[in-house]
């Protein structure tokens, strides 16, 4: 933490009250991951016995938080990262801990107020409270951050959140299939590399980031399968299957590959005994838009899989979710040039994010959803946009006009980080899923 | 002459065999999901090599597989380039060598590529008239037996990279009693002469080896049978004619970039074509981009509008579709 005069941001607050703020809302978080968790439960009346494990790790306050402040006595090093672009093979090859940074909480959310203006993207508002209270662990912890420079939002973030720690930043393209951009980012992923290797002291031999390149590959894997399984009839609820994606974040991932297979194993024998998780004409509905992280943010998953009538959550477009872990780094030649190309390449090219823009617009990820609603044969999309993310609102015309062609109904729903409009939104998603309900059932 | 051809048939049957048999192998052996087409294609082309080295020593055999490799062309591609070359297969050992010492390959810029791709077709003309540039042609050269030597030069130019490194005929270096070639290098000593037969030849060595130590399948890229096997790809009336082809869908390919990637001609149409057939001269469906494509179905390799082979979640598939 910087004294006051070189800070450039953060205003100066008195120990006791950031003590008092980080106490309260700590105690209202762990209230409501307990509760998400209870209400998960209580929808799902033969939820998976493997989603205990998931249970316990979604705690930010709890085991993993422990474990990796033990490996960092140990001389480990941790390093968060703000966005899916920041190359996580090369943070594990250099045998560092990588954990996601972006914040969920909503009360967090206030406190950014007093830096930034209410009309920017809650989750840099909320990223910027609970680091000034050290709310968040995982930011606590890390050693350094990754701040890819993705929307203005993250841009500004980065400068913020320098008064507290080192930060890299990526500056990602805005135009992906350009070769000049590929040349731009695969300069920025090799910086990032000799960074990561001055802060940790280990070298990154190719030997080391092949054996991380497979460490992910087999996450995706268990990734992929879990994915395959929704595609069917709903034997895992929406949230269920989100929080599993979520915890990849911030869990160590060999052991989430595991736990994912575990989950998988179980899920395919209830799919042998037809044992759903709802019954299997609920609708089928996917989000896309803004990321929802856990545990605030919780609200539109909760609403649509308790709402009367019910839906279902069977896929959605987050990069807090389904698009975390979906595509593998694909080596031609283990060497270390190319290797270094595959990882610049899969978290360049395959992002879906409305940052960028390409000769046909952002066209992967209307070719995503169009895919997805074929595939996991969707009845509704429920396109998700908290106030101030521009971007993802700016696209909506867009997938609407695609979306009206093929006869899929979408239903845009902007709100904010409060808990206050949960009454309002419940009408809108309970009249949308109505609309499903009836279509369904012509 | 009877039990001759049927000593031939034996041995084609032996080559079937012991192909079929490879296939096996491989396919258990190789669990690696990324590798299997690669490895297959390996044998493939080991196989074809041994086969066109007894299929030189029967010029009435080889007149007839020349044939067939034409009208295969027609509906295949270049599906010879990539499978069956003996030359594609010097180039890949040499790549797996580069491999095997962890050196990295460099990339033509795209269009120097294009460039070369279009080269192919001057080389091609350039041989198809340099007989007559040379001499008149004597009717005493018109017999089968000069089929090597004679005015069917230009035919054996296109012959060149299907020259085993050992031949069945006198002509070349000498070797433990085994006469040594390597592709092009008997029309090079045929176009050669004096001192120069011997430099050209070794430059000629030196120049293929270190390119494609460099360069992924350098040759390939301008090699003129490349030309003759794709010219009929160019006509539009033949849009019907590429029977095995590759076949991209569109809503599955997130542009990753990996099918650009581990092409070895770089060939970028598999990557920026919106979706459908993929017809372009420069692809000889060594089917690596579909090997390699990690989004289930997204690439294709058809054969008379059957699925062949396509991309897959190579990962691992799971048990749930």
């Known amino acids: 933490m910087k004294s006051n005069d070189e800070r450039k941001y953060i205003p100066e607050i008195s120990q006791k009250e950031i003590e008092e703020l980080r106490n309260t809302i700590k105690a209202a978080s762990i209230k409501v991951m307990t509760e998400n968790i209870e209400r998960m439960k209580k929808t799902s009346t033969n ?30 090093k941790v390093i968060g990262y703000n966005c899916m672009f920041a190359p996580i093979e090369l943070i594990l090859a250099a045998d560092a801990i990588p954990v996601r940074v972006g914040s969920g909480w909503y009360d967090a959310s206030k406190l950014g107020d007093r830096i930034v203006p209410v009309e920017v993207c809650p989750i840099i508002r909320s990223t910027i409270g609970a680091k000034m209270i050290g709310l968040s662990p995982y930011l606590e912890l890390s050693d350094a951050i990754i701040s890819p420079l993705t929307c203005d939002g993250m841009t500004k973030l980065s400068e913020i959140l320098a008064d507290y720690k080192p930060i890299w930043t990526m500056c990602t393209p805005r135009v992906k299939d350009d070769p000049q951009s590929m040349i731009f980012w695969r300069k920025e992923i090799n910086a990032l590399k000799g960074k990561i290797e001055d802060l940790t002291g280990v070298k990154i031999t190719g030997k080391r980031l092949r054996s991380a390149i497979e460490l992910r590959q087999r996450a995706t894997k268990a990734f992929r399968r879990l994915q395959d399984i929704r595609k069917g009839s709903p034997v895992i609820m929406g949230r269920d299957a989100m929080l599993v994606n979520q915890t990849s974040m911030w869990d160590d991932i060999k052991r989430w590959t595991e736990k994912t297979e575990e989950l998988c194993d179980e899920l395919e024998k209830r799919v042998g005994q037809k044992i759903w998780a709802c019954p299997p004409d609920t609708p089928r509905v996917i989000v896309t838009g803004t990321p929802m992280i856990w545990p605030d943010n919780w609200k539109l998953p909760n609403l649509i899989e308790e709402s009367n009538p019910p839906g279902i959550l069977i896929a959605d477009e987050l990069c807090s979710s389904d ?44 070719n995503w959803l169009v895919d997805k609603i074929k595939e996991f044969k969707i009845h509704g999309v429920i396109y998700y946009v908290v106030r101030g993310c521009i971007l993802y609102a700016m696209e909506y015309t867009r997938i609407k006009r695609i979306l009206d062609r093929m006869n899929v109904p979408v239903y845009y729903l902007d709100t904010e980080y409060t808990r206050e409009d949960v009454g309002q939104m419940k009408t809108r998603v309970e009249a949308f899923l109505e609309m499903l309900q009836a279509r369904v059932e012509i | 002459m009877a039990l001759e051809l049927i000593g031939d048939i034996l041995r084609l049957t032996v080559f079937a065999g012991l192909a079929l048999a490879g296939i096996l192998v491989i396919l258990i052996w190789i669990r690696n999901l990324t590798r299997n087409v690669t490895y297959l294609r390996f044998f493939i082309q080991a196989v074809s090599v041994i086969a066109i080295f007894y ?38 050992l040499i790549t797996q060598l580069r491999k095997a ?20 077709y001057v080389i091609l003309v350039f041989f198809l008239i340099l007989p007559f540039l040379l001499g008149p042609i004597e009717p ?22 299907l020259e085993p490194l050992i031949i069945p005929w006198k002509g070349g270096l000498e070797f433990y009693g085994l006469d040594v070639s390597y592709p092009y290098v008997s029309d090079i000593i045929f176009y050669s002469s004096g001192i120069f037969v011997w430099i050209n030849v070794f430059v000629f060595i030196a120049l293929t080896v270190v390119s494609s130590f460099i360069v ?66 420069m692809c000889m469906l060594c089917f690596r981009c579909v090997e390699m494509c990690p989004y289930e179905d997204c690439l294709k390799a058809k054969m008379a509008g059957k699925t062949v082979f396509k991309s897959r979640n190579w990962l691992g598939p799971s048990k749930i579709e």
């Open chain 2, 140 to 161: 005493w050269q018109w017999p089968l037996a000069l089929f090597l030597t004679g005015p069917f030069k230009p035919i054996t130019v296109l012959l060149g990279p």
């Open chain 2, 55 to 92: 299929l030189f020593t029967l010029p009435s055999w080889l007149l007839i597989f020349v044939g067939v490799i034409f009208l295969m062309t027609i509906v295949t591609g270049r599906f010879f380039c990539g499978w069956i070359c003996p030359f594609g297969l010097y180039i890949d």
């Open chain 2, 216 to 281: 992924r399948r350098f040759w390939c890229r301008f090699c003129p049978t490349g030309a003759s096997i794709a010219i009929v790809n160019r006509f539009r009336g033949f849009k019907w004619a590429p029977v095995l082809h590759i076949n991209k869908d569109e809503e599955k390919c997130t542009k990753c970039g990996i099918c650009k990637r581990v092409c070895p001609l770089q060939v970028t149409e598999v990557y920026e074509q919106k979706g459908g057939k993929i017809m372009t001269s």
């Open chain 1, 323 to 366: 698009r975390l872990l979906y595509d593998p780094v694909g080596v031609d030649e283990w060497i270390m040039d190319d290797m270094i190309n595959a990882v610049a390449e899969r978290y360049l090219m395959t992002s879906t994010c409305p940052c960028f823009t390409s000769k046909d617009g952002n066209e992967d990820r209307i």
């Open chain 2, 101 to 120: 010492f962890k050196i990295r390959y460099r990339n033509l810029p795209e269009k120097l590529n294009r460039a070369l791709n279009k080269l192919r």
């Open chain 1, 47 to 76: 939820r998976p016995e493997a989603m205990q494990y998931f249970d316990e790790i979604s705690n930010f306050f709890g085991q993993r938080e422990k474990e990796i402040r033990e490996a960092k006595e140990g001389g480990k």
